[in-house]
């Protein structure tokens, strides 16, 4: 999916497929009696754990790499990214407890990028 094409100048596979996964859950908007509000349950959790992860990855980019000039100071480090994650957490835990089960499905394929990652961490290093 990380492919980018230059001729558009874009990941196109990656657009198609979200445009793919957009049109289902507006597929599956349409099947329920309150279709928006399903649709804003089931990605309400995917929202907070994409914030969880941006958090998490300012603190671990931070401590990887402390010498790097950053073009942002982010005021009262690491007090206010920690506060944020923790609110997120709590947002996300608080989300997929009032969702039930399609949201844990959603953060579950989410999370099944993790290994995908990991994978292609060793194939880049191979080569």
Known sequence: MGHWQ???????????????IALALVFLGTLTRKGFQTMVDY???????FFLLSGISLLVLRIREPHIVRPFRVPFYPLTP????AVCGYLLYSSLAYTGVGA??????????????????????RT
């Open 82 to 85: 920690l506060l944020f994650c």
């Open 6 to 20: 230059q001729r558009p100048s874009s990941p196109t596979y990656a657009l198609l497929l979200q445009a793919a």
């Open 43 to 49: 990605t309400a959790p995917i929202f907070w754990f």
């Open 104 to 125: 844990v499905a959603g953060v579950l394929v989410v999370a099944a990028g993790i290994p995908v990652l990991f994978w292609n961490n060793y194939r880049q290093r």
